[in-house]
């Protein structure tokens, strides 16, 4: 099932989401701001900034794929990085929640 994907779909689809992922990142950093957020707040606030540069690094590898005849290998690099963003993301929300509450 997986095999019958084209390469370029996933790209397709990291490339928008990476995007949103940055937006997501940036507002829940702009809160930890706002809120005036101490102790462990920043380390949180480096942690949403840190994931917002790997949500980068997946939309460019992603528009790379697109545009590039090495697709295959850029897009699995996306790939991974968008997994791992996302794996990040999900982490500084778990974080958020202790050092928030």
């Known amino acids: 099932?997986?095999?019958?994907?084209?390469?370029?779909?996933?790209?397709?689809?990291?490339?928008?989401?990476?995007?949103?992922?940055?937006?997501?990142?940036?507002?829940?950093?702009?809160?930890i701001k706002l809120a005036r957020f101490s102790g462990l707040a920043i380390w949180l606030s480096h942690l949403l900034a840190l994931n917002s540069l790997v949500f980068l690094?997946?939309?460019?590898?992603?528009?790379?794929?697109?545009?590039?005849?090495?697709?295959?290998r850029l897009e699995q690099y996306a790939d991974i990085a968008f997994i791992f963003g996302l794996t990040l993301l999900s982490l500084s929300t778990v974080f958020m929640a202790v050092v928030i509450d």
């Open 1 to 31: 099932m997986i095999k019958e994907l084209k390469s370029d779909n996933l790209s397709q689809h990291i490339l928008p989401s990476s995007a949103t992922m940055i937006g997501v990142c940036i507002t829940a950093l702009s809160i």
């Open 57 to 72: 690094t997946s939309g460019v590898l992603s528009y790379a794929a697109m545009r590039s005849r090495q697709s295959a």
